[in-house]
């Protein structure tokens, strides 16, 4: 295994741990104290790191990216032939989430009234090295903006919306555009032969190529679409389908049936790690890329992107109800994407407040952050809490044998094979 592999599971060893660290809550109303241990941050197995990931990934791109505008996801699926290749080569998978898009702003280009032939999309890519069955899928969710954008001709019109109007007929024109570019660039840098790929392009059922483009989300549908993103940087494997049945069997529940009818997965524990392991994503790359108006560098990113900040659109202030609450809320909505809070999240996720105090209700505050060893021990051995952590087990051997093997004896070429049969060669006279 690469070395990443190991280090997830040797941090995900630590994550939730209080004889690690932790961060003291306490009431002021009541005294209450609570203990909030310190997570690993890993990315590829640990789960509560992916969903605390995943939410935050969402809310940046609902809070300071998106447009109140229409989104529709895009999700491309390749042939298992091709697919040995974008798993082993970063620039392969770069160059066909490019064709993909290009295809998909042509497409959009010509179905929107009036756009001029620079316009260009917007949208959010993630990758996905997984499947539902946690086996290793790679294949592309891209969540585009349902229209294409161009600079304003106004003095006070800084960019100008065009949206589109797509059918059925335009998804398999999108599919059929990107399985002929596919496959002529795989042919161009020699991962497959030319014959090869015309047979491919033959083949029926579009030849594995699947692109599906049903899901589209309204402007105002603010809630839709932040589970739409959640649901496209979610983790490769959610934790509550997993369940033991003993030490040696475990049961991965399936989101939906598999082929063959079954909707569950026996797999034994060292079944379940070799899986994961292939999922862990490689270190120093992106899980979600932005493209066309929303790409970094883009001209019309600040004006586009300050459609998503505009908090106003979405607050009314109630009767009776206080300026402050509404600046509050205002102020947690415009939050730099770097300052995303845990409590936040959560109370984002489960629409409840992490913090509050089961005795009294009141909201708890953060007091310290113990990292200490000697204070980190301290404190659980008074409140009768492990101070050390679980003991990892040592890497183990190969299996002993329970008797010593017998010397291997090879035949003496010099010496005659002993007879089938024995007989008495004796004569009496």
Known sequence: ?????????????????????????????????????????????????????????????????????????????LPKRLRYFLRHDARTVTAVLKIFLRVVEQVLRERAPGAAP?????????????????????????????????PGRGDDETVRFREAALSDADTQRVQALVRQRVLRWFVRHGYLEKDDAKEMGQWDNSGGFSVDASVRIEANDRAGLER????????????????????????????????????????????????????????????????????????????VTALARDASNGIQEQPGQEKEATEDVVES???????????????????????????????????????????????????????????????????AWEAEAEPLRLPDPIAQPEPDFQFDQTVSW
């Open 1 to 77: 295994m690469p070395f990443y592999v190991e280090w997830e599971f040797c941090r995900y060893l630590e994550c939730v741990i209080l004889a690690h660290g932790f961060v003291t809550a306490r009431c002021p109303e009541c005294g209450h104290d609570l203990l909030i241990a310190y997570y690993c941050k890993g990315r590829g197995v640990c789960p509560s790191c992916n969903t605390r990931r995943m939410a935050e990934t969402a809310a940046h791109l609902v809070d300071h990216v998106f447009p109140r505008l229409p989104v529709r996801q895009w999700v491309l699926s």
């Open 118 to 150: 620079k316009a260009r999309l917007g949208a959010v890519s993630f990758v996905h090295r997984f499947g539902a069955a946690l086996n290793q899928h790679l294949h592309f969710h891209c969540c585009v903006i349902d229209g294409v954008f161009e």
């Open 228 to 303: 739409l993103l959640r649901y496209c940087a979610r983790p490769p494997f959610a934790l509550e389908r997993l369940e033991a049945i003993d030490a040696h069997r475990l049961i991965y529940r399936l989101p939906k049936p598999r082929p063959d009818g079954s909707t569950e997965l026996l797999l034994s524990p060292l079944e379940l790690i070799q899986r994961l392991a292939a999922l862990i994503p490689p270190p120093r790359g992106h899980r979600h890329r932005y493209h066309g108006v929303l790409a970094p560098n883009a001209t019309l990113r600040a004006a």
């Open 333 to 399: 909505l415009l939050r730099s994407p770097a300052r995303y809070l845990w409590a936040m999240l959560l109370a984002r996720i489960y629409e409840s407040a992490p913090l509050a105090c089961p005795h009294c209700g009141a909201d708890m505050r953060i007091i310290a952050f113990v990292t200490d060893g000697v204070s980190v021990r301290r404190i659980l051995n008074h409140i009768g809490e492990p101070a050390q952590p679980p003991r990892i087990a040592p890497a183990r051997g190969p299996p």
